[in-house]
Protein backbone atom coordinates (compact mmCIF):
# COMPACT_ATOMS: atom_id res chain seq x y z
CA UNK A 1 0.00 0.00 0.00
CA UNK A 2 1.31 3.10 -0.97
CA UNK A 3 2.19 5.63 2.06
CA UNK A 4 1.28 9.11 0.90
CA UNK A 5 3.59 12.04 2.35
CA UNK A 6 1.76 15.15 4.13
CA UNK A 7 2.92 18.25 2.11
CA UNK A 8 6.19 20.12 2.97
CA UNK A 9 4.38 22.77 4.89
CA UNK A 10 1.92 20.67 6.40
CA UNK A 11 4.97 17.99 7.85
CA UNK A 12 6.33 21.02 9.29
CA UNK A 13 3.34 22.40 10.69
CA UNK A 14 2.90 18.92 12.41
CA UNK A 15 5.67 19.38 13.71
CA UNK A 16 5.56 22.35 15.53
CA UNK A 17 2.42 21.85 16.82
CA UNK A 18 2.80 18.19 18.61
CA UNK A 19 6.16 19.93 19.99
CA UNK A 20 4.58 23.67 20.72
CA UNK A 21 1.10 24.61 20.50
CA UNK A 22 -0.57 22.79 23.73
CA UNK A 23 1.41 22.51 26.84
CA UNK A 24 -0.09 19.61 27.98
CA UNK A 25 -0.28 16.29 26.58
CA UNK A 26 -3.49 15.15 27.91
CA UNK A 27 -4.97 17.65 25.96
CA UNK A 28 -5.59 15.20 23.34
CA UNK A 29 -8.31 13.50 24.51
CA UNK A 30 -10.44 16.83 24.70
CA UNK A 31 -9.33 17.37 20.89
CA UNK A 32 -10.86 13.81 19.75
CA UNK A 33 -13.68 14.33 22.12
CA UNK A 34 -14.26 17.93 20.45
CA UNK A 35 -13.81 16.37 17.28
CA UNK A 36 -16.15 13.56 17.94
CA UNK A 37 -19.06 15.95 18.88
CA UNK A 38 -18.89 17.77 16.24
CA UNK A 39 -19.12 14.97 13.89
CA UNK A 40 -22.62 14.25 15.67
CA UNK A 41 -23.79 17.58 15.87
CA UNK A 42 -23.39 17.24 11.63
CA UNK A 43 -25.66 14.36 11.46
CA UNK A 44 -28.04 15.46 14.49
CA UNK A 45 -28.14 18.88 11.99
CA UNK A 46 -28.86 16.21 8.93
CA UNK A 47 -31.45 14.18 11.18
CA UNK A 48 -33.51 18.01 11.58
CA UNK A 49 -34.45 17.97 8.10
CA UNK A 50 -33.57 14.23 6.69
CA UNK A 51 -36.23 11.66 8.12
CA UNK A 52 -33.89 8.62 6.54
CA UNK A 53 -31.36 9.79 9.12
CA UNK A 54 -33.70 7.84 11.30
CA UNK A 55 -31.82 9.07 15.13
CA UNK A 56 -32.65 11.17 17.16
CA UNK A 57 -30.77 13.15 19.77
CA UNK A 58 -31.20 10.65 22.48
CA UNK A 59 -29.55 7.85 19.75
CA UNK A 60 -26.14 9.61 19.57
CA UNK A 61 -22.81 8.81 22.13
CA UNK A 62 -19.27 9.23 22.11
CA UNK A 63 -17.79 5.99 23.20
CA UNK A 64 -14.58 5.44 24.90
CA UNK A 65 -12.61 2.03 25.53
CA UNK A 66 -9.47 1.76 26.81
CA UNK A 67 -7.36 -1.52 26.33
CA UNK A 68 -4.04 -2.25 28.60
CA UNK A 69 -3.46 -5.15 27.20
CA UNK A 70 -2.82 -4.10 23.45
CA UNK A 71 -2.10 -0.47 24.55
CA UNK A 72 -4.81 1.18 22.61
CA UNK A 73 -7.13 3.98 23.36
CA UNK A 74 -10.37 4.29 21.07
CA UNK A 75 -12.75 7.07 21.00
CA UNK A 76 -15.84 5.71 18.70
CA UNK A 77 -19.07 8.25 17.44
CA UNK A 78 -21.61 7.66 15.74
CA UNK A 79 -21.73 11.22 13.74
CA UNK A 80 -21.70 11.76 10.00
CA UNK A 81 -18.68 9.71 9.12
CA UNK A 82 -15.94 10.68 6.62
CA UNK A 83 -15.77 9.74 3.33
CA UNK A 84 -12.38 9.07 1.53
CA UNK A 85 -11.95 12.12 -0.15
CA UNK A 86 -12.56 13.70 3.05
CA UNK A 87 -10.07 11.63 5.10
CA UNK A 88 -7.40 13.18 2.33
CA UNK A 89 -8.82 16.26 2.74
CA UNK A 90 -9.49 16.67 6.18
CA UNK A 91 -6.60 14.60 7.89
CA UNK A 92 -4.14 14.61 4.76
CA UNK A 93 -4.14 18.47 5.20
CA UNK A 94 -3.26 19.55 8.30
CA UNK A 95 -5.16 23.07 9.46
CA UNK A 96 -8.20 21.91 7.10
CA UNK A 97 -10.78 22.58 9.04
CA UNK A 98 -14.38 20.03 7.96
CA UNK A 99 -16.20 21.75 10.94
CA UNK A 100 -15.37 25.15 10.22
CA UNK A 101 -16.42 24.54 6.44
CA UNK A 102 -19.90 23.03 7.42
CA UNK A 103 -20.45 26.10 9.71
CA UNK A 104 -19.73 28.36 7.14
CA UNK A 105 -21.58 26.57 4.87
CA UNK A 106 -25.03 25.74 6.59
CA UNK A 107 -27.30 28.19 8.76
CA UNK A 108 -26.94 26.48 11.92
CA UNK A 109 -30.04 26.05 14.48
CA UNK A 110 -28.99 27.50 18.56
CA UNK A 111 -29.06 24.01 18.51
CA UNK A 112 -25.91 22.81 17.01
CA UNK A 113 -22.43 23.57 18.49
CA UNK A 114 -19.87 23.48 16.02
CA UNK A 115 -16.55 23.32 18.31
CA UNK A 116 -13.68 22.77 15.28
CA UNK A 117 -12.61 25.41 13.57
CA UNK A 118 -9.04 25.06 13.03
CA UNK A 119 -8.11 21.73 11.84
CA UNK A 120 -4.87 21.10 14.05
CA UNK A 121 -6.56 19.28 16.98
CA UNK A 122 -6.29 16.17 15.82
CA UNK A 123 -3.09 15.97 15.47
CA UNK A 124 -2.32 16.36 19.00
CA UNK A 125 -3.79 12.29 19.12
CA UNK A 126 0.29 12.10 18.04
CA UNK A 127 1.36 13.92 21.56
CA UNK A 128 0.73 9.95 23.39
CA UNK A 129 0.53 7.91 20.30
CA UNK A 130 2.72 6.00 17.76
CA UNK A 131 -0.06 5.15 15.64
CA UNK A 132 -3.30 6.85 14.83
CA UNK A 133 -5.92 4.59 13.10
CA UNK A 134 -9.31 6.28 11.81
CA UNK A 135 -11.58 4.09 10.58
CA UNK A 136 -14.87 6.30 9.41
CA UNK A 137 -17.62 5.70 7.20
CA UNK A 138 -19.97 8.05 5.97
CA UNK A 139 -23.26 9.15 6.09
CA UNK A 140 -25.11 7.59 3.01
CA UNK A 141 -22.25 5.79 2.07
CA UNK A 142 -22.04 1.87 1.23
CA UNK A 143 -17.99 1.90 2.34
CA UNK A 144 -16.32 2.37 4.62
CA UNK A 145 -12.38 3.77 5.09
CA UNK A 146 -9.21 3.29 7.04
CA UNK A 147 -6.66 6.14 8.29
CA UNK A 148 -3.61 5.14 9.24
CA UNK A 149 -0.56 6.82 10.10
CA UNK A 150 2.64 7.21 12.29
CA UNK A 151 3.23 10.75 12.34
CA UNK A 152 5.73 12.80 9.73
CA UNK A 153 6.27 10.12 7.90
CA UNK A 154 2.99 10.03 6.06
CA UNK A 155 -0.37 8.42 6.59
CA UNK A 156 -2.16 5.52 4.03
CA UNK A 157 -5.77 5.47 2.95
CA UNK A 158 -7.65 1.98 2.42
CA UNK A 159 -10.90 0.40 2.45
CA UNK A 160 -12.12 -1.22 5.95
CA UNK A 161 -15.29 -2.82 7.44
CA UNK A 162 -17.98 -0.80 9.25
CA UNK A 163 -21.59 -1.66 9.74
CA UNK A 164 -22.47 1.55 10.38
CA UNK A 165 -21.64 5.46 9.58
CA UNK A 166 -19.64 6.99 11.99
CA UNK A 167 -16.01 6.94 13.05
CA UNK A 168 -13.38 5.43 15.08
CA UNK A 169 -10.11 6.99 15.88
CA UNK A 170 -7.48 4.12 17.75
CA UNK A 171 -4.67 5.17 19.27
CA UNK A 172 -1.75 3.13 20.17
CA UNK A 173 0.14 4.64 22.65
CA UNK A 174 3.73 5.28 23.13
CA UNK A 175 6.11 3.36 25.07
CA UNK A 176 6.55 4.99 28.90
CA UNK A 177 9.46 6.88 29.24
CA UNK A 178 10.91 8.24 32.68
CA UNK A 179 9.66 11.72 32.10
CA UNK A 180 5.99 10.05 30.58
CA UNK A 181 3.80 7.73 32.06
CA UNK A 182 1.28 7.78 29.00
CA UNK A 183 -0.11 4.33 30.57
CA UNK A 184 -2.04 6.90 32.69
CA UNK A 185 -4.36 7.06 29.62
CA UNK A 186 -5.81 4.18 30.16
CA UNK A 187 -7.08 4.11 33.50
CA UNK A 188 -10.27 4.60 33.56
CA UNK A 189 -10.10 6.81 36.88
CA UNK A 190 -7.62 8.74 34.93
CA UNK A 191 -9.77 9.29 31.81
CA UNK A 192 -12.64 9.95 34.18
CA UNK A 193 -11.08 12.64 35.65
CA UNK A 194 -9.79 14.38 32.33
CA UNK A 195 -13.11 13.92 30.91
CA UNK A 196 -14.93 15.49 33.67
CA UNK A 197 -11.97 18.71 33.29
CA UNK A 198 -12.32 19.05 29.84
CA UNK A 199 -15.26 17.73 28.11
CA UNK A 200 -17.69 17.60 30.70
CA UNK A 201 -19.98 20.08 28.85
CA UNK A 202 -19.63 17.89 25.61
CA UNK A 203 -23.82 17.97 24.95
CA UNK A 204 -23.56 14.46 23.73
CA UNK A 205 -23.46 11.64 26.02
CA UNK A 206 -19.86 10.56 26.67
CA UNK A 207 -19.75 6.58 27.50
CA UNK A 208 -17.09 4.35 29.40
CA UNK A 209 -17.50 0.34 30.29
CA UNK A 210 -16.10 0.97 33.74
CA UNK A 211 -15.37 -1.75 36.49
CA UNK A 212 -16.12 -1.73 39.84
CA UNK A 213 -16.48 -4.41 42.79
CA UNK A 214 -19.30 -5.72 44.77
CA UNK A 215 -19.05 -7.61 47.70
CA UNK A 216 -20.49 -11.82 46.88
CA UNK A 217 -23.29 -12.38 48.77
CA UNK A 218 -22.65 -14.82 51.40
CA UNK A 219 -24.61 -18.27 52.54
CA UNK A 220 -25.64 -17.97 56.16
CA UNK A 221 -23.18 -20.11 57.43
CA UNK A 222 -20.33 -17.60 56.16
CA UNK A 223 -22.25 -14.82 57.74
CA UNK A 224 -22.12 -16.85 61.00
CA UNK A 225 -19.02 -18.08 61.16
CA UNK A 226 -17.74 -14.50 60.36
CA UNK A 227 -16.42 -15.43 56.96
CA UNK A 228 -14.67 -12.22 55.29
CA UNK A 229 -16.93 -11.40 52.33
CA UNK A 230 -15.23 -11.80 49.18
CA UNK A 231 -15.57 -9.36 46.11
CA UNK A 232 -16.67 -10.02 42.67
CA UNK A 233 -15.81 -7.49 39.53
CA UNK A 234 -18.43 -6.40 37.00
CA UNK A 235 -18.68 -3.69 34.30
CA UNK A 236 -21.00 -0.80 33.95
CA UNK A 237 -21.44 1.50 31.42
CA UNK A 238 -21.45 5.17 32.87
CA UNK A 239 -21.69 8.39 31.43
CA UNK A 240 -18.98 10.56 32.10
CA UNK A 241 -20.37 14.10 31.26
CA UNK A 242 -23.22 16.37 32.74
CA UNK A 243 -23.74 17.58 28.94
CA UNK A 244 -25.43 20.89 30.17
CA UNK A 245 -23.60 23.57 31.42
CA UNK A 246 -25.59 25.91 33.93
CA UNK A 247 -24.51 28.91 32.13
CA UNK A 248 -26.43 28.02 29.24
CA UNK A 249 -29.29 27.69 31.27
CA UNK A 250 -32.15 30.01 31.10
CA UNK A 251 -31.85 32.25 33.99
CA UNK A 252 -35.68 31.45 34.76
CA UNK A 253 -34.98 27.93 35.13
CA UNK A 254 -32.11 28.54 38.05
CA UNK A 255 -32.60 29.33 41.53
CA UNK A 256 -30.00 30.95 43.74
CA UNK A 257 -29.24 27.71 45.19
CA UNK A 258 -28.41 26.19 42.18
CA UNK A 259 -25.59 29.11 41.82
CA UNK A 260 -24.39 28.27 45.08
CA UNK A 261 -24.03 24.54 44.60
CA UNK A 262 -22.35 24.93 41.48
CA UNK A 263 -19.85 27.22 43.60
CA UNK A 264 -19.01 25.17 46.28
CA UNK A 265 -19.08 22.26 43.73
CA UNK A 266 -16.71 23.90 41.29
CA UNK A 267 -14.46 25.91 42.74
CA UNK A 268 -13.54 23.53 45.95
CA UNK A 269 -15.07 26.34 48.73
CA UNK A 270 -16.60 25.23 51.72
CA UNK A 271 -17.94 28.91 52.37
CA UNK A 272 -20.99 30.35 49.85
CA UNK A 273 -20.54 33.00 47.53
CA UNK A 274 -20.81 36.48 48.45
CA UNK A 275 -22.26 37.42 45.34
CA UNK A 276 -22.77 36.38 41.90
CA UNK A 277 -23.24 37.21 38.34
CA UNK A 278 -25.09 35.23 35.61
CA UNK A 279 -23.69 37.20 32.02
CA UNK A 280 -24.87 36.71 29.00
CA UNK A 281 -23.71 38.67 26.46
CA UNK A 282 -24.19 39.26 22.65
CA UNK A 283 -22.47 42.09 20.23
CA UNK A 284 -18.58 42.95 20.07
CA UNK A 285 -18.06 39.71 22.29
CA UNK A 286 -20.12 36.37 22.45
CA UNK A 287 -20.07 34.79 25.52
CA UNK A 288 -22.01 33.46 28.47
CA UNK A 289 -20.36 33.67 32.37
CA UNK A 290 -20.29 32.89 35.89
CA UNK A 291 -18.77 34.93 37.99
CA UNK A 292 -18.68 34.88 41.67
CA UNK A 293 -17.21 37.08 44.74
CA UNK A 294 -16.25 34.60 47.32
CA UNK A 295 -17.00 35.24 50.87
CA UNK A 296 -13.44 35.17 52.14
CA UNK A 297 -10.13 35.66 50.73
CA UNK A 298 -8.24 32.09 50.31
CA UNK A 299 -5.61 31.76 52.84
CA UNK A 300 -2.80 32.43 49.98
CA UNK A 301 -4.60 35.18 48.36
CA UNK A 302 -2.28 38.00 49.59
CA UNK A 303 0.68 35.80 48.83
CA UNK A 304 2.73 35.53 45.64
CA UNK A 305 1.84 31.49 45.29
CA UNK A 306 -2.19 32.68 44.65
CA UNK A 307 -3.04 32.25 40.39
CA UNK A 308 -5.97 34.71 39.71
CA UNK A 309 -7.88 34.12 36.61
CA UNK A 310 -11.48 32.67 35.38
CA UNK A 311 -11.96 29.33 33.35
CA UNK A 312 -12.13 29.70 30.01
CA UNK A 313 -14.26 27.09 28.13
CA UNK A 314 -15.20 27.72 24.14
CA UNK A 315 -18.71 26.34 23.26
CA UNK A 316 -18.65 23.98 26.56
CA UNK A 317 -14.96 22.67 26.55
CA UNK A 318 -12.17 24.35 28.76
CA UNK A 319 -9.28 25.40 26.97
CA UNK A 320 -7.90 26.82 30.33
CA UNK A 321 -8.16 26.29 33.86
CA UNK A 322 -6.78 29.94 34.65
CA UNK A 323 -7.15 32.12 32.17
CA UNK A 324 -5.60 35.16 33.74
CA UNK A 325 -6.20 37.32 31.39
CA UNK A 326 -9.54 37.43 31.89
CA UNK A 327 -9.10 39.62 35.05
CA UNK A 328 -7.41 42.86 35.59
CA UNK A 329 -4.88 42.12 39.11
CA UNK A 330 -7.42 44.22 41.33
CA UNK A 331 -10.76 41.89 40.62
CA UNK A 332 -8.16 38.82 40.69
CA UNK A 333 -10.83 38.12 44.08
CA UNK A 334 -13.30 36.98 41.42
CA UNK A 335 -13.85 33.28 40.85
CA UNK A 336 -16.22 31.67 37.83
CA UNK A 337 -15.66 30.89 34.12
CA UNK A 338 -16.36 32.41 30.57
CA UNK A 339 -17.69 30.38 28.02
CA UNK A 340 -17.24 31.70 24.22
CA UNK A 341 -17.57 30.33 21.19
CA UNK A 342 -15.81 32.93 19.41
CA UNK A 343 -12.72 31.35 20.41
CA UNK A 344 -10.70 28.03 19.40
CA UNK A 345 -10.00 25.29 21.30
CA UNK A 346 -6.66 25.09 19.43
CA UNK A 347 -5.30 27.69 20.89
CA UNK A 348 -1.99 28.12 23.35
CA UNK A 349 -1.55 30.62 26.66
CA UNK A 350 0.96 32.12 24.39
CA UNK A 351 -1.17 32.86 21.72
CA UNK A 352 -4.01 33.74 23.95
CA UNK A 353 -2.03 36.76 25.13
CA UNK A 354 -2.77 38.13 21.34
CA UNK A 355 -6.23 37.12 20.76
CA UNK A 356 -8.36 40.20 20.08
CA UNK A 357 -11.72 38.56 20.77
CA UNK A 358 -10.39 37.74 24.26
CA UNK A 359 -9.57 41.20 25.16
CA UNK A 360 -12.70 42.47 24.46
CA UNK A 361 -14.49 39.83 26.85
CA UNK A 362 -12.14 40.68 29.33
CA UNK A 363 -13.19 44.20 29.20
CA UNK A 364 -16.61 43.52 29.04
CA UNK A 365 -15.98 41.19 32.13
CA UNK A 366 -14.04 43.97 33.86
CA UNK A 367 -17.44 46.28 33.66
CA UNK A 368 -19.59 43.86 34.53
CA UNK A 369 -17.55 43.07 38.04
CA UNK A 370 -17.47 46.94 38.59
CA UNK A 371 -21.01 47.50 38.21
CA UNK A 372 -21.92 44.36 40.33
CA UNK A 373 -20.03 46.40 42.91
CA UNK A 374 -21.57 49.35 43.21
CA UNK A 375 -25.03 47.93 43.00
CA UNK A 376 -23.88 45.89 45.93
CA UNK A 377 -21.93 48.92 47.62
CA UNK A 378 -25.79 50.83 47.32
CA UNK A 379 -28.27 48.27 47.78
CA UNK A 380 -26.03 45.93 50.29
CA UNK A 381 -24.18 48.05 52.32
CA UNK A 382 -23.41 45.11 54.92
CA UNK A 383 -22.94 42.45 52.32
CA UNK A 384 -20.18 45.19 50.75
CA UNK A 385 -18.44 46.02 53.69
CA UNK A 386 -17.97 42.16 54.44
CA UNK A 387 -16.46 41.86 50.97
CA UNK A 388 -14.47 44.89 51.70
CA UNK A 389 -13.06 43.52 55.19
CA UNK A 390 -12.04 40.36 52.74
CA UNK A 391 -10.66 42.18 49.32
CA UNK A 392 -10.87 45.59 49.90
CA UNK A 393 -7.10 45.77 50.27
CA UNK A 394 -6.97 44.39 46.92
CA UNK A 395 -8.69 47.47 45.31
CA UNK A 396 -6.42 49.70 46.92
CA UNK A 397 -3.69 47.91 45.54
CA UNK A 398 -5.90 48.48 41.99
CA UNK A 399 -5.48 52.67 42.52
CA UNK A 400 -1.82 52.52 43.18
CA UNK A 401 -0.54 50.18 40.62
CA UNK A 402 -0.05 51.34 36.81
CA UNK A 403 0.18 54.53 37.88
CA UNK A 404 -2.75 55.07 39.07
CA UNK A 405 -4.74 54.38 35.88
CA UNK A 406 -7.47 52.75 37.64
CA UNK A 407 -8.19 54.83 39.77
CA UNK A 408 -11.26 56.70 38.14
CA UNK A 409 -12.76 53.48 37.42
CA UNK A 410 -11.87 52.45 41.84
CA UNK A 411 -12.07 55.28 43.92
CA UNK A 412 -15.70 54.98 44.54
CA UNK A 413 -15.73 51.61 45.44
CA UNK A 414 -13.23 53.04 48.23
CA UNK A 415 -14.07 52.53 52.17
CA UNK A 416 -11.87 53.92 55.18
CA UNK A 417 -12.94 53.95 59.00
CA UNK A 418 -14.35 58.08 60.12
CA UNK A 419 -13.30 59.46 63.12
CA UNK A 420 -17.17 60.05 63.31
CA UNK A 421 -18.31 56.93 65.26
CA UNK A 422 -15.53 54.70 63.76
CA UNK A 423 -17.64 53.61 60.96
CA UNK A 424 -16.84 53.41 57.32
CA UNK A 425 -17.76 55.62 54.36
CA UNK A 426 -16.81 56.06 51.06
CA UNK A 427 -15.01 59.06 49.55
CA UNK A 428 -18.15 60.29 47.93
CA UNK A 429 -19.89 59.89 51.44
CA UNK A 430 -17.11 61.96 53.47
CA UNK A 431 -17.30 65.24 50.28
CA UNK A 432 -21.12 64.94 51.10
CA UNK A 433 -20.71 65.49 54.10
CA UNK A 434 -18.65 68.25 54.34
CA UNK A 435 -18.94 71.44 56.04
CA UNK A 436 -18.95 74.69 53.75
CA UNK A 437 -15.58 75.91 55.32
CA UNK A 438 -13.96 72.59 54.47
CA UNK A 439 -11.21 72.92 52.14
CA UNK A 440 -9.51 69.36 52.31
CA UNK A 441 -10.32 66.14 52.83
CA UNK A 442 -8.44 65.12 55.99
CA UNK A 443 -6.53 62.13 56.57
CA UNK A 444 -4.12 60.27 59.52
CA UNK A 445 -2.08 57.17 59.00
CA UNK A 446 -1.54 54.46 61.97
CA UNK A 447 -1.10 51.29 62.64
CA UNK A 448 -4.58 50.84 64.16
CA UNK A 449 -7.42 53.30 64.52
CA UNK A 450 -6.92 53.18 68.21
CA UNK A 451 -2.97 54.26 67.42
CA UNK A 452 -4.61 56.68 65.52
CA UNK A 453 -6.92 58.74 67.92
CA UNK A 454 -3.96 59.22 70.08
CA UNK A 455 -1.92 60.86 67.64
CA UNK A 456 -0.99 64.77 68.86
CA UNK A 457 -1.71 65.86 65.03
CA UNK A 458 -5.37 65.35 64.91
CA UNK A 459 -6.37 67.66 67.51
CA UNK A 460 -6.18 70.68 65.64
CA UNK A 461 -8.42 68.72 63.03
CA UNK A 462 -10.77 67.48 65.85
CA UNK A 463 -11.14 70.91 67.76
CA UNK A 464 -12.38 72.39 64.47
CA UNK A 465 -15.13 69.59 64.19
CA UNK A 466 -13.62 67.92 61.01
CA UNK A 467 -14.31 64.50 60.08
CA UNK A 468 -10.40 62.71 59.40
CA UNK A 469 -10.12 59.50 57.60
CA UNK A 470 -8.10 56.70 59.65
CA UNK A 471 -5.63 54.90 57.19
CA UNK A 472 -4.95 51.26 59.10
CA UNK A 473 -3.42 49.61 55.85
CA UNK A 474 0.68 50.14 54.63
CA UNK A 475 -0.86 50.32 50.67
CA UNK A 476 -3.32 53.26 52.30
CA UNK A 477 -1.34 56.93 51.69
CA UNK A 478 0.26 55.72 48.30
CA UNK A 479 -3.29 54.88 47.28
CA UNK A 480 -4.87 58.40 48.53
CA UNK A 481 -1.30 60.34 47.09
CA UNK A 482 -2.05 58.53 43.88
CA UNK A 483 -5.70 59.85 44.00
CA UNK A 484 -4.12 63.00 45.09
CA UNK A 485 -7.85 64.64 44.72
CA UNK A 486 -11.39 63.76 44.68
CA UNK A 487 -14.50 65.97 43.46
CA UNK A 488 -12.14 68.55 43.47
CA UNK A 489 -11.03 68.13 47.08
CA UNK A 490 -7.69 68.04 47.30
CA UNK A 491 -6.25 64.86 50.29
CA UNK A 492 -4.31 66.55 53.45
CA UNK A 493 -2.70 64.72 56.24
CA UNK A 494 -3.22 65.94 59.32
CA UNK A 495 0.72 66.23 59.74
CA UNK A 496 0.69 68.57 56.80
CA UNK A 497 2.56 71.91 57.39
CA UNK A 498 -0.74 73.67 55.94
CA UNK A 499 -4.12 72.55 57.18
CA UNK A 500 -5.94 75.46 56.01
CA UNK A 501 -7.54 75.92 60.05
CA UNK A 502 -4.80 78.10 61.20
CA UNK A 503 -5.88 81.08 62.89
CA UNK A 504 -4.10 84.25 61.30
CA UNK A 505 -3.31 85.95 64.52
CA UNK A 506 -2.21 82.81 65.92
CA UNK A 507 0.22 82.07 63.25
CA UNK A 508 1.70 85.74 63.51
CA UNK A 509 2.06 84.77 67.69
CA UNK A 510 3.58 81.45 67.04
CA UNK A 511 6.18 83.13 63.77
CA UNK A 512 7.10 85.67 66.47
CA UNK A 513 7.95 83.04 68.77
CA UNK A 514 10.09 80.95 66.70
CA UNK A 515 11.49 84.67 66.13
CA UNK A 516 12.85 85.49 69.08
CA UNK A 517 13.54 81.77 70.45
CA UNK A 518 15.39 81.26 67.29
CA UNK A 519 18.78 80.69 68.49
CA UNK A 520 17.29 77.78 71.01
CA UNK A 521 15.95 76.24 68.04
CA UNK A 522 18.82 76.53 65.68
CA UNK A 523 20.78 74.62 69.03
CA UNK A 524 18.03 71.75 69.17
CA UNK A 525 18.22 71.33 65.80
CA UNK A 526 22.26 71.21 66.10
CA UNK A 527 21.67 68.32 68.98
CA UNK A 528 19.38 66.36 66.31
CA UNK A 529 21.74 66.64 63.16
CA UNK A 530 21.42 63.96 61.11
CA UNK A 531 17.86 62.95 62.13
CA UNK A 532 15.41 65.83 61.86
CA UNK A 533 15.57 68.66 59.26
CA UNK A 534 14.74 71.63 61.44
CA UNK A 535 12.70 71.92 64.96
CA UNK A 536 9.88 74.53 64.69
CA UNK A 537 7.12 75.52 67.11
CA UNK A 538 3.74 73.66 66.22
CA UNK A 539 0.16 75.34 65.61
CA UNK A 540 -1.07 72.17 65.39
CA UNK A 541 -0.54 70.60 69.14
CA UNK A 542 -3.00 71.47 72.16
CA UNK A 543 -2.26 68.97 74.97
CA UNK A 544 0.64 67.42 73.57
CA UNK A 545 4.55 68.62 74.21
CA UNK A 546 5.62 67.45 71.19
CA UNK A 547 5.37 65.68 67.77
CA UNK A 548 6.83 64.57 64.61
CA UNK A 549 5.89 65.10 60.71
CA UNK A 550 7.94 65.50 57.86
CA UNK A 551 8.30 68.03 54.67
CA UNK A 552 8.41 66.21 50.86
CA UNK A 553 6.28 63.81 49.78
CA UNK A 554 7.87 60.55 51.44
CA UNK A 555 5.71 60.87 54.96
CA UNK A 556 6.67 58.87 58.03
CA UNK A 557 4.02 56.35 57.80
CA UNK A 558 5.08 55.55 54.38
CA UNK A 559 9.00 55.76 55.29
CA UNK A 560 7.59 52.40 57.67
CA UNK A 561 6.45 51.12 54.99
CA UNK A 562 9.13 51.38 52.54
CA UNK A 563 11.83 50.06 55.11
CA UNK A 564 9.61 46.81 55.84
CA UNK A 565 9.99 45.63 52.48
CA UNK A 566 13.37 43.48 51.98
CA UNK A 567 15.60 45.47 50.14
CA UNK A 568 19.18 47.06 51.16
CA UNK A 569 18.15 50.74 50.24
CA UNK A 570 16.46 52.66 52.99
CA UNK A 571 14.44 55.50 52.63
CA UNK A 572 14.18 58.32 54.82
CA UNK A 573 11.38 60.69 55.17
CA UNK A 574 12.39 64.74 56.03
CA UNK A 575 11.81 64.62 59.51
CA UNK A 576 10.91 67.54 61.48
CA UNK A 577 10.38 68.02 64.95
CA UNK A 578 7.40 70.49 66.58
CA UNK A 579 7.16 71.88 69.76
CA UNK A 580 3.98 72.98 71.54
CA UNK A 581 4.53 76.82 72.57
CA UNK A 582 2.30 76.55 75.15
CA UNK A 583 3.34 73.85 77.07
CA UNK A 584 5.09 73.50 80.35
CA UNK A 585 8.40 72.04 78.26
CA UNK A 586 9.05 75.14 75.72
CA UNK A 587 9.21 77.10 79.14
CA UNK A 588 11.84 74.81 80.42
CA UNK A 589 13.84 74.56 77.15
CA UNK A 590 14.03 78.44 76.95
CA UNK A 591 15.17 78.52 80.59
CA UNK A 592 17.87 75.97 79.94
CA UNK A 593 19.08 77.89 76.56
CA UNK A 594 19.12 80.99 78.58
CA UNK A 595 21.23 79.41 81.01
CA UNK A 596 23.23 78.57 78.24
CA UNK A 597 23.54 74.64 79.47
CA UNK A 598 24.14 73.73 75.45
CA UNK A 599 24.82 70.15 76.77
CA UNK A 600 21.45 69.68 79.01
CA UNK A 601 19.31 71.13 75.65
CA UNK A 602 20.94 68.82 73.78
CA UNK A 603 19.89 65.90 75.76
CA UNK A 604 16.02 67.18 76.24
CA UNK A 605 16.75 67.25 72.57
CA UNK A 606 17.25 63.81 72.37
CA UNK A 607 14.65 63.17 74.81
CA UNK A 608 11.71 65.08 72.98
CA UNK A 609 12.60 63.31 69.77
CA UNK A 610 12.89 60.02 71.23
CA UNK A 611 9.13 60.52 72.50
CA UNK A 612 7.96 61.91 69.14
CA UNK A 613 9.32 58.42 67.68
CA UNK A 614 7.46 56.42 70.36
CA UNK A 615 4.54 58.36 69.63
CA UNK A 616 4.37 57.84 66.26
CA UNK A 617 4.94 54.37 66.53
CA UNK A 618 8.77 53.74 65.65
CA UNK A 619 11.38 52.32 66.71
CA UNK A 620 14.12 53.84 68.39
CA UNK A 621 17.80 53.70 68.03
CA UNK A 622 18.70 53.19 71.98
CA UNK A 623 16.40 52.39 74.25
CA UNK A 624 18.85 52.34 77.55
CA UNK A 625 19.78 55.66 76.56
CA UNK A 626 16.66 56.76 76.59
CA UNK A 627 16.03 55.26 79.67
CA UNK A 628 19.03 57.23 81.43
CA UNK A 629 18.01 60.31 80.02
CA UNK A 630 14.57 60.44 81.66
CA UNK A 631 16.40 59.33 84.81
CA UNK A 632 18.98 61.95 84.76
CA UNK A 633 16.80 64.71 83.17
CA UNK A 634 13.66 64.19 86.12
Known amino acids: METKQFKAESKRLLEMMIHSIYTHKEIFLRELISNASDAIDKLYFKSLTDDKVGLSKDDFAIWITADKDSRTLKIT ?22 SFKFKNENKLEEDNQI ?24 YGSD ?8 GVDGYTISEADKASAGTEIILELLDDTDDENYSDFLDQYRLKSLIKKYSDYIRFPIKMEVTHSRPVEQSEEDKEAGKAP ?7 VETLNSMVPLWKKNKTELKEEDYKHFYTEKFYDYNEP ?7 NEGNANYNALLYIPSKAPFDFYSKEYEKGLQLYSNGVLIMDKCSDLLPDYYSFVKGLVDSEDLSLNISREMLQHDRQLKVIAKSIEKTIGNELKKMLKNEREKYEEFWKAFGLQLKY ?12 LQDLLLFTSSNEQ ?30 EQLPQTEL ?17 FAVKTLAKYKDKEFKSVSADDLGLENAEKQEEIKAKEEENSGMLDELAKALDGKVTKVILSHRLKSHPVCLTSEGEISLEMEKVLNSMPTDQKIHAQRVLEINPEHSIFEKLKSISEAGDSEKLGKYAQLLYTQALLIEGMSIENPVEFSNLICELM
Open 230 to 236: EYEEYIE
Open 461 to 477: VKDNGFEILYLTDNIDE
Open 115 to 138: IGQFGVGFYSAFMAAKKVTVISKA
Open 274 to 280: LKYSHVK
Open 77 to 98: DNGIGMTAEELENNLGTIANSG
Open 423 to 452: KLVTLDEYVTAMREEQKYIYYATGESVARI
Open 143 to 150: KAYQWESE
Open 398 to 409: GIYSDYGMNKEK
